[in-house]
């Protein structure tokens, strides 16, 4: 049986598991757009701060919850067992795979909402993107911080309770759980004083090119002068941090792995 | 040799599961592992199963680790673990996508003569979700089959059916491993049955044997607890 | 036929093997069976008791052996036309009979008394 076959099957397992979750997170936008809507301010640039904050909001709760569910491998338990983990044969690489893949679909769709909620927000401050600029606030952005963040993020709950479940079965678990849950802040620091010591060196992506002619034809002159209208994001982060996801994904594959067989 | 066990000993933090425990498993029989609780049956079959590792002595399956062969093994767990949402469907669905030996005609055969109801298991009885487990476990073709305490806890009428189908589903080259409490119901199943006791093993004999000499499997399994 | 009163295996009463061929025999000498009737396959006679399907091949192998049932290649097992059911009918009466005796006498029963107990019996037992 090709592994194809067997991680479609898991992805499909995954859905059928989780849909309910992926459903209702991004139904919540529908929550946080109507209260960004109620939102209304003389002035538009308040109005703008405002509403960004409520999308910061939103990008956190959601990555919580996001993370929540990819680190249900606790509703398998019973009896401390994880009976439905020991009753599959395919290997833990794919079934590690397969629930990664589909909450990261998830969150892609739901940081791509948000990319879209904040196009609709900075319109109704006056600001009329261009589509390149557009394009790159609802699909570049939300990529990259996906990429950067929350990818990684799940990575790292995944193979927590991967560490953490693994405890009944064989071993305790808990003690690399718990090691991993303290030793990630002075990891997080360090490799983020590695990664800005590299960054910028790739040529980085340039944004919102066509925002700064965008911002000076609406009312916002006074409000940012000498704003360049031009960020670059460095490519480095991004590939610094996909790479750690893969090593924790690979790392997580393998003890359940061992579970698994 | 289907499966063997040479000198093995299994040892939790502060209990012996099985001591010492050296046993054959051609192909084609239907074995009856016997004992009370704690006996040690579970732990046998489990590591059988690949599930536990023995910590003294060697278990073979298909001539190599238990580990390694899992997938050419059925095992059927004790513990009632299914998803709650999962429906005969699904359950179709999800081991004919992960399983090569799973025969789909089979399985809807089976969910007929063992009577499953097409719900979700969170609707089901205990007895109907242990006729879907068992459905999804004789649906698989593989030689050997490890049933843990198939009818615990289970209804009369789905004892009956179950111990009917696995007659039903067995073949002469395969062999079956089924524990259980429920001795006299299955007793006319086994060829050959197994007594642990303490996580010794206490007997091993053919049961058409034992009742020849006069003693019912149920007379023997008395003996060997007094 | 596959009918489970018809029936009766006891753990405790020997190997199930010879207990389907002495329940073969009685149905045959009771007229439950008839000679040249088709019998299920060891399997479905295995599934219907209950029972191992090694244990009835057994019982059809010795019932074979002794004449009483034949394997007809890709038809299946029959009782043979030439099964000896007045043999099997003589030696049930008699095992019935040596049972009685047996039973009345460790009573204390002497032969006249035995007879008259089982005419009184007979009379009583008959229908109308």
């Not at chain 1, 709760?61 to 009896?79: A, D, F, K, N």
């Not at chain 1, 209208?229 to 994904?249: D, H, K, R, Y």
């Not at chain 2, 049956?41 to 910590?55: D, E, F, R």
């Not at chain 2, 992960?98 to 979700?120: I, N, Q, T, W």
Request: hydrophobic share 50%.
């Amino acid at each position: 049986m090709s592994s194809l076959t067997r991680f479609r099957t898991l992805m499909w397992l995954e859905a059928r598991r989780s849909w309910v979750w992926g459903v209702a997170l991004i139904g919540s936008l529908a929550f946080w757009a109507w209260g960004m809507h109620q939102v209304s301010f003389v002035d538009p640039g308040e109005q703008l701060g405002v509403r960004a904050a409520i999308l910061l909001v939103a990008s956190g709760i959601g990555g919580l919850v996001l993370c929540l569910m990819i680190g249900r491998i606790r509703s398998e338990t019973r009896h401390g067992q994880y009976q439905v983990l020991l009753l599959t044969p395919p290997s833990g690489y794919l079934h590690t795979l397969a629930r990664f893949t589909f909450v990261g679909m998830v969150a892609v769709a739901y940081y791509i909402t948000i990319g879209g909620l904040a196009w609709w927000a900075i319109a109704q401050a006056g600001l009329q993107l261009d589509a390149g600029s557009a394009a790159q606030l609802m699909l570049v952005c939300p990529l990259y911080g996906v990429g950067l963040a929350m990818l990684p993020a799940l990575a790292w709950t995944l193979l927590l309770m991967v560490f953490v479940s693994s405890y009944r079965v064989s071993g305790p678990g808990w003690v690399p759980g718990t090691v991993m849950v303290l030793a990630t802040p002075f990891l997080g620091s360090w490799i983020s004083e590695g990664i800005w010591k590299v960054s910028y060196r790739l040529p980085s992506w340039r944004l919102f090119e066509g925002l700064r002619a965008a911002i000076n034809t609406a009312a916002w002159e006074a409000e940012v002068e000498g704003f360049q209208g031009v960020f670059s994001l460095p490519q480095e982060p991004l590939w610094i941090m996909l790479a750690i996801s893969a090593v924790m994904l690979a790392v997580a594959g393998r003890i359940w792995q061992e579970v698994e067989g | 040799m289907l499966a063997n066990l040479t000198n093995v000993t299994k040892r939790y933090v502060r209990t012996e599961g099985i001591r010492d425990l050296t046993l054959q498993f051609p192909a084609g029989e239907v074995v009856g592992v016997l004992g009370l609780n704690g006996s040690g049956k579970s732990t046998m079959l489990k590591i059988l199963a690949g599930l536990l590792m023995p910590s003294e002595g060697v278990a073979a399956v298909f001539d190599g680790p238990p580990r390694r062969n899992r997938a050419r093994v059925v095992y059927l767990g004790e513990t009632d673990a299914l998803w709650t949402w999962m429906t005969p469907a699904d359950a179709e669905k999800f081991m004919a996508g992960l399983y090569e030996d799973f025969d789909v005609a089979r399985f809807r055969e089976l969910l007929g003569s063992l009577e499953v109801p097409l719900r979700k298991t969170k609707a089901m009885s205990k007895g109907e979700r242990g006729r879907l487990r068992l459905a999804m476990a004789l649906a698989r073709s593989a030689r050997l089959y490890l049933l843990d305490e198939p009818l615990a806890g289970i209804d009369l009428l789905s004892r009956e059916k179950i111990l009917t189908s696995i007659v039903k589903e067995w073949h002469t080259d395969e062999t079956i491993l089924l524990s259980t409490h429920e001795v006299a119901e299955a007793e006319a199943l086994f060829d050959r049955v197994i007594f642990l006791h303490k996580g010794r093993l206490a007997l091993d004999a053919r049961a058409e044997q034992l009742r020849s000499e006069g003693r019912s499997v149920v007379d023997a399994f008395r003996e060997v607890l007094s | 036929m596959t009918d489970e009163k018809h029936w009766e295996l006891d753990m405790s009463a020997g190997p199930i093997f010879v207990q389907i061929g002495k329940n073969v025999r009685q149905m045959l000498a009771r007229g439950d069976l008839q000679q040249g009737e088709k019998l299920p396959s060891a399997r479905d006679l295995a599934a219907a008791l209950g029972v191992n399907p090694n244990t009835v091949v057994h019982a059809y192998g010795e019932l074979e052996r002794t004449d009483v049932i034949e394997t007809r290649r890709g038809r299946g097992t029959f009782i043979r036309v030439d099964a000896p059911v007045a043999e099997m009918r003589k030696e049930l009466l008699r095992d019935a009979a040596t049972g009685f005796a047996t039973e009345v006498r460790r009573l204390g029963v002497d032969r006249g008394e035995a007879l008259a107990l089982l005419e009184e019996v007979w009379d009583a037992g008959q229908p109308d």
